[in-house]
């Protein structure tokens, strides 16, 4: 996944393209750096090395030079948790140096700064502070503070930026999610095999299913274990991580036999139909890919936890979770575990597996602040989308929000006196024009990039 592979432009692009001025520090998803207005510092995707993670590529060596040893992103893999708390400390102070430097250098109409270190505090740490968790015990004593620690120093870099910007500034502070623990998950590979909707090529598959009627079918399930291999832990980080799901799931693909699978598990955490005419060796027609979706939504909804709280918070169809004309990528069915329903002992059960590396998991309800000049005091927001972000940002701006943008502009939370003089409006195109390909040789390694394109992961 890149910024090649995202079909329509951020909103960075958007007022870039309007003559806006714009300031990019550390979104997830802005690796390769494509030419903004202004600035751009790389974020998550970035595979490190010699590879340029900023625009223009000669501002790394001046933020170097301002912020030395300045952290792109913290490398979680293979790393004791104290020392990952270490780093993201650390990488707390590289961003906001690199905030204020240039906050204060260059000169922008959106300053657009993300702080990831709360997202992975609370995945790898949440069990040390959360005394309820199943696996609290295990953590190191040295941590059981650190998240709310941590939180206390985002709140202070927070409180740092706010002193340094002019008293007329409009601040939006928004998380894209919220956090809760991670208790236990569903193995849905092995569901899919066992119900048949994926099948094993070749002669084992006939063994398999002769042991099975003797209960021994779990001890000899050879392509279970390549099904699992790419979703049970974290193998790699950044690009190594996607040459090591690549080989996985390439793996777990040549051992099914396609002329009888009828739907498989991907990871991006949805169920895909092997549909015919779609996929490479389609065997379920349109008609039959209804009923089927429907028939998988209706068994899985039936598992609950041991308490009775259901096992999935919802199963949507690809129709029922997005629009538009590149919404037919995801998958065909949107599968969220409900990781919060249940926190008692896991054994004997066939498909729920306790949190692995991660033992704190995103929830839906994040945050929403906003405070400056034409915003209301005291305004409670109510029903805000995180779809509504992007909207209400181009509209505080006095620009036109797209025609095909979802959500919609906040204006409740502006004062009447802005909002009488500013009507929302809506123009131009949030589509991209397909990108050159020239920029795909900014990866580490571009075979890799392709090969996710060819099993389905990215586009």
Known sequence: MSTLDIKTKTIWELLSERGRKVGVINDPCSYPALQVNGFLVCGMLWPGGEQPYTYPESLAAELEKAVPNYIVDVN??????????????????????????LMKQHDWDLFWTVFTESDRAQHRLWAAWDKTHPRHADEPEELRTAVLDLYEKLDAAVG?????VEQETTVFIVSDHGFGPFYAAFDLPKWLLDEGYIVERGEKAFLKSALKKIGVFDEVASVYKAVRKPFEKEIAYGTNKFKSQEASTEDYFA???????????TLDGGIRINLKGREPYGIVSVEEAEELKEQIRSKLLEHKFPN????????LTQQEAFNGPYSHFAPDLVVAINHTGYNGSLKGNKYLMPSNHNTGEHTPYGVFIACGKNIKQGQKVEGASLKDVAPTVLYHLNEPLTIEMDGRALTEIFTPEFSTKHPVERKGTSYRQPLSTEGEEMFEDEAVADKLRSLGYIQ
Request: glycine content about 2%; charged content about 30%; cysteine-free.
């Open 255 to 265: 051992k099914l036999d396609w002329s009888k699978t009828r739907a498989y598990y």
């Open 76 to 101: 979680l893999h293979n790393k004791e948790k104290i020392e990952i708390a270490k780093e993201l400390f650390r990488s707390i102070d590289t961003r906001l140096q690199a905030s204020l430097y």
């Open 160 to 164: 740092a930026i706010l002193a340094e």
């Open 308 to 315: 009775g709280e259901p096992v999935f918070r919802y199963i």
